[in-house]
Structures are given as C-alpha cells and as structure tokens.
C-alpha cells in the first residue's frame, strides 16, 4: 500500500490541508500576538505541499479517470482552506477504490 501512488496522493491531500491551516492558525495569528513568527518555514513547507499536490494531481488524474471538470475542481481545493479536506471525504472511497485495485493479488 504505501508504494502505490493513489495512497500517496490520497496522504499529499491531507498534508497540504493541514500545512494550510498550520500556517493560518500557528503562522499568522502566533506572528500577531508574539515574538514568534513561523510564517517563513510553515509557509515554506506550505509552498512545497502545494506543488507537489498540483505535480500530484495532474500525474494521477489518468489513473483515477478524471475528466477536466473533477481535475479542475481538485485544483481549486488546494487553494482554499479547509477545502483538501472536503475534496478528500467525498472522493475518499474512490481513493480507496483505486488503492485496492493497485494491490497485488
């Protein structure tokens, strides 16, 4: 399972959601109320996700069988918050579809 790239996508999805709200929360609002600001490395971090996730996205569309219209919306919801994760619940049985399929027997 953890060679197989739909569970590698499936887990890039979450990682970059939380990488976002990691930002918001810890980076900005730390950055405002203290000494401490994270907004460098969390939004660092953040970048990366976010290229990978768009790297993702188009390199595994063919394998789940993405038209245009769902690729497109999975790229809108790596740009607004909290939205990886509602792409993610709805589409997670498909993941885990695909993820056994991959499977050897």
């Known amino acids: 399972m953890i060679a197989n790239p739909v569970f590698h996508y499936r887990m890039l999805t979450l990682a970059e959601g939380w990488s976002f709200v990691l930002l918001l929360v810890f980076g900005s609002?730390?950055?405002?109320?203290?000494?401490?600001?994270l907004v460098?490395?969390?939004g660092s971090l953040h970048g990366a996700l976010f290229v990978l996730l768009v790297l993702g996205t188009l390199l595994i569309r063919r394998r789940l069988g993405w038209g245009f219209g769902t690729t497109l919306v999975a790229l809108i919801a790596a740009v607004i918050p909290l939205a990886?994760?509602?792409f993610h619940h709805y589409k997670k049985q498909e993941f885990l579809e695909a993820e056994r399929a991959a499977q050897p027997a």
């Open 29 to 37: 609002l730390l950055s405002r109320v203290s000494e401490i600001d």
């Open 40 to 42: 460098m490395p969390l």
């Open 84 to 86: 990886p994760f509602v």
